[in-house]
C-alpha cells in the first residue's frame, strides 16, 4: 500500500508543492505551502481516525489532505481540478490502485468551495480540515499596511483549534481573533462560504459542526 510517507518522498510532489508556494506568493495569496498541507494531513487524518474509518481509508485521507493544493502551481483558478488530475497521475506512477486513486481525486477535486462539496467521507474531512487553517502564521506579506482583508482576518487568528467529539457527534473550530486587529466580522465576510461548507461537509460525516470565536459560539 501507498502511504503518506511514499507520497512526502516523492521528489515529482515536492517540486508542485514548491512551485504551488512560488507562484502563490508572486499573487500575494497566504501560505499553502508544507505548513499548511501539514496540518490539513493531520487533521484529516484525525477526523476519520476519531470517527471509527478504517486504516486504509484514514491513509488515503491523510494522502489527499497532503496533495490537495498542488494544483496551484499550474494556476490558482481551477486548482482543486488540475490539482486532482497531477496527483492521479503521480499515484499511478507510485503503483497505487485505481480504486485508491479515485477516492482521493474526488477529494481533492471537491475540497475548493467554489466548485466543490462532500462527496466521500475523505472529501468531507478534507474540507473540515482545510477550511480550519486561518492562522497568522499562513500570512507571507510582512508589511501589515499592505495588508489585504485576507491578510488581516489570517494575521488576527491568534489560535486554531479543530476539536472532533467522536461521542458527543460533533466537530468545533475553536478561533481566538485579535480584534484590534480587526472585527469578528470581516471573518465572516471572506469566510462564510467555506463555513457553510464545512457545515455540510460536517452533515455528510452525520456529526455536527460547531464553530467557537473568542469563547462565543456563532454556529
Not at 499511478?92 to 475540497?111: F, L, Q, W
Not at 479543530?162 to 460533533?170: G, P, Q, V
Not at 475553536?174 to 471573518?187: A, E, F, G, K, S
Request: with cysteine.
Amino acid at each position: 500500500m501507498i502511504t503518506l510517507e511514499d507520497v512526502i518522498k516523492n521528489a515529482e510532489v515536492r517540486a508542485f508543492i514548491e512551485g504551488a508556494q512560488k507562484q502563490l506568493q508572486a499573487l500575494g495569496y497566504t501560505e499553502h505551502s508544507y505548513r499548511h498541507i501539514g496540518i490539513v494531513s493531520k487533521r484529516t487524518g484525525e477526523i476519520l481516525q476519531k470517527l471509527g474509518y478504517d486504516e486504509k481509508t484514514i491513509e488515503l485521507g491523510k494522502i489527499a489532505g497532503y496533495l490537495h493544493d498542488i494544483g496551484n502551481c499550474v494556476n490558482r483558478a481551477n486548482h482543486a481540478h488540475t490539482g486532482a488530475i497531477l496527483a492521479y497521475n503521480i499515484l499511478k506512477e507510485m503503483g497505487m490502485p485505481p480504486e485508491d486513486r479515485t477516492e482521493i481525486v474526488s477529494a481533492i477535486g471537491n475540497h475548493d468551495e467554489g466548485t466543490g462539496t462532500a462527496v466521500s467521507a475523505i472529501s468531507a474531512a478534507l474540507i473540515l480540515a482545510d477550511k480550519s487553517d486561518v492562522h497568522r502564521d499562513r500570512v507571507v506579506n510582512t508589511n501589515m499596511s499592505t495588508f489585504d482583508i485576507h491578510d488581516r482576518v489570517n494575521y488576527a487568528v491568534t489560535n486554531a483549534e479543530l476539536d472532533i467529539d467522536e461521542n458527543a457527534r460533533k466537530v468545533k473550530l475553536n478561533l481566538t481573533i485579535d480584534t484590534q486587529i480587526c472585527p469578528v466580522l470581516d471573518y465572516f465576510q471572506i469566510f462564510m462560504d467555506r463555513t457553510m461548507m464545512s457545515k455540510y461537509a460536517a452533515k455528510y460525516l452525520q456529526i455536527w459542526f460547531e464553530l467557537e470565536i473568542n469563547g462565543t459560539k456563532l454556529l
